[in-house]
């Protein structure tokens, strides 16, 4: 099946600093990549939404100074976090979804763990 | 707007024993609804879905679940659980004109043991 990539799986950082976490589609083209962010002991919720080429679509109430996308290949799409800050420490999960990819098929990956010290 | 509610966080069972993870869901329009299964550091995997048709959907590893209108549920349900079948089991609804947005449930630990 469909695989998808994140890299790193885990990172710390430090307060003030950023961090770039990376989702790779690998052996398929991806034309709309998905972000999520899951705190403990809740749902995955939808932060934004690319598609390659063009700005990602932010969902009400997320920081799109604070949380750029880029999805510049068919294949990579990037979250980076700026000034991070102890609250955004979170599990961030990408998902892609291909050209063909019907109604709900989006491929997920591992998830990356951030924590912000 | 949609929700997904999974009341139960967690469901122990023994292997082999038949199991029932619970979800509902909330609109006001019609719904495709999801489940999906979280391995332990992997990434979520589509175990079944329903668009429309029958009511009752077999998906993989022997799932199968239900969508009852009425009871706005979609209950999934296994037969006889192994082992293997210990993940994070998340519900998901995309309901028309949300662009293919999937809304989560809080998702539920099953946890077989033997």
């Known amino acids: 099946g469909a695989v998808v990539s994140q890299h790193p799986s885990w990172v710390i950082c430090k307060s003030g600093t950023s961090v770039k976490i990376e989702c790779r589609s690998l052996?398929?083209?991806?034309?709309?990549m998905f972000w999520y962010r899951q705190f403990p002991k809740q749902s995955l919720m939808l932060m934004a939404t690319?598609?390659?080429?063009?700005?990602?679509?932010?969902e009400q109430g997320v920081e799109k100074d604070k949380f750029l996308i880029n999805h510049a290949s068919l294949t990579l799409s990037t979250l980076t976090v700026t000034s991070a800050h102890p609250e955004d420490s979170s599990f961030y999960i990408c998902?892609?979804?291909?050209?063909?990819?019907?109604?709900?098929?989006?491929?997920f990956g591992p998830g990356t763990r951030l924590t912000v010290t | 707007a949609q929700s997904v509610t999974q009341l139960d966080s967690q469901v122990p069972v023994f292997e082999e024993a038949p199991v029932e993870l619970r979800c509902n869901y909330s609109s006001s329009v019609s719904v495709y609804l999801f489940w999906y299964v979280q391995y332990p550091n992997q990434g979520l995997q589509l175990l079944l879905k329903?668009?429309?048709?029958?009511?009752l959907v077999k998906g993989i590893n022997g799932f199968e679940a239900e969508f009852n209108k009425s009871q706005t549920s979609f209950h999934l349900r296994k037969p006889s659980v192994h082992i293997s079948d210990t993940a994070e089991y998340f519900c998901?609804?995309?309901?028309?004109?949300?662009?293919?947005?999937?809304?989560f449930g809080t998702g539920t630990r099953l946890q077989v043991t033997l």
């Open positions: 998901a609804v995309i309901t028309t004109g949300t662009a293919s947005k999937l809304t």
């Open positions: 052996d398929f083209q991806a034309t709309t």
């Open positions: 998902s892609a979804r291909a050209p063909s990819g019907g109604l709900g098929e989006q491929y």
């Open positions: 690319s598609n390659e080429g063009s700005k990602a679509t932010y």
């Open positions: 329903y668009l429309s048709g029958s009511t």
